[in-house]
């Protein structure tokens, strides 16, 4: 008889979990390098990273936690106005200091939020998402003395990036900023969802009744990754007023909300990496679309959803395993 090998614990499938694979390295290689190729488009360049970090705030509670909203821009929106207000009415334009602010009280608004709705599941809990997003963009509106209504916070000037790195006209240090700021964020959310916490968020997504069977604290833990989402998508609302220094009523709105869902299932729905193709793809088809069909280029962004949902499972990613899957049984 052959001896058994040796067992493998739980211990050492997560320390292999969080072992960085090549693979990962390309979203920031393509950054990087996007830098130097497409410098003319960098202030483009700055709003994609930008929605990616709030497609990966997104993902860390629709694809891991399981829970679904159409009010994620709430918090975006939040942390935009944070900044912005900030700097406006507070004389605050320190932009890391801001961004810490945007974050934690968006941070605290999904804290309270979370705590209310996630008592509720299906349906209810997707109307409470938008009825905290309609109650903040008509707060915002009405108080016009603080947000400047519909008009919006404008021009209002950001301090130099620690008192270097002042905002430029072309984009290069909004890109710079941006991109670092994702990265940190990137390898939160990886260690995140690798650890004890985030295989916990995955039981409660694949069959709650279990996890309640075995004593794990469900509400708490969707309360604490909720919030942690609302964090992150308000460092990227930070960021966008930061980078545009202007914070309009469209940062806060279910439309908002409404694109970076679509472009989360595009890239592809709790695999991480979604989030670094979805909004790429949907940024520049819409950049291109609109140029080229002012008209009806929503159109084809629709089209280009159908698409991906009836033949490409799992979005960009799922079909790029799909396909992967097929040349490996057919031995190529």
């Given at each position: 008889m052959r001896s058994p090998g040796?067992?493998?614990?739980?211990?050492?499938?997560?320390?292999?979990?969080?072992?960085?694979?090549?693979?990962e390295l390309a979203p920031w290689i393509v950054a990087g390098a996007s830098f130097y190729a497409f410098d003319i488009y960098l202030p483009l360049g700055a709003q994609i990273l930008i929605n990616v970090l709030f497609a990966l705030s997104l993902d860390l509670i629709l694809g891991y936690a399981g829970i679904v909203t159409l009010g994620h821009a709430a918090f975006f929106g939040v942390g935009a106005y944070t900044v912005g207000i900030?700097?406006?009415?507070?004389?605050w334009a320190e932009p890391i200091t801001g961004l810490i602010a945007a974050g934690a009280l968006a941070g605290l608004l999904g804290i309270v939020t979370g705590l209310v709705?996630?008592?509720?599941?299906?349906?209810?809990?997707?109307?409470?998402?938008?009825?905290?997003?309609?109650?903040?963009?008509?707060?915002?509106?009405?108080?016009?003395?603080i947000t400047g209504g519909a008009d919006g916070l404008q021009a209002f000037e950001i301090d130099p990036i620690l008192g270097l790195f002042r905002f430029d006209l072309f984009g290069r240090t909004a890109y710079l900023y941006t991109f670092v700021v994702l990265f940190a964020a990137w390898a939160f959310v990886r260690l995140l969802v690798h650890s004890p916490f985030g295989r916990s968020l995955t039981g409660v997504r694949e069959n709650v009744t279990r996890m309640h069977a075995i004593g794990a604290p469900v509400r708490r833990r969707l309360v604490v990754a909720y919030a942690i989402s609302a964090t992150l998508a308000g460092i990227a609302g930070g960021l966008l007023a930061q980078t545009t220094q202007f914070v309009g009523l469209n940062t806060i709105t279910f439309e908002r909300s409404g694109e970076i869902l679509i472009m989360l299932i595009l890239g592809g729905v709790g695999r991480l990496y979604g989030a670094f193709i979805g909004p790429p793809l949907f940024m520049?088809?819409?950049?291109?679309l609109a140029k080229n069909e002012p008209v009806f280029w929503l159109f084809y962004i629709g089209l280009l959803l159908v698409l991906v949902v009836m033949f490409a499972r799992g979005g960009v990613l799922g079909l790029i395993d799909a396909v992967w899957a097929w040349l490996r049984r057919h031995g190529r």
């Open positions: 040796p067992s493998v614990s739980p211990v050492d499938v997560l320390a292999r979990s969080h072992r960085l694979r090549p693979l900030l700097a406006v009415h507070g004389g709705i996630l008592r509720t599941h299906g349906l209810t809990l997707l109307m409470l998402t938008l009825a905290v997003v309609f109650m903040l963009y008509e707060a915002a509106n009405k108080a016009t003395h520049v088809a819409q950049d291109t």
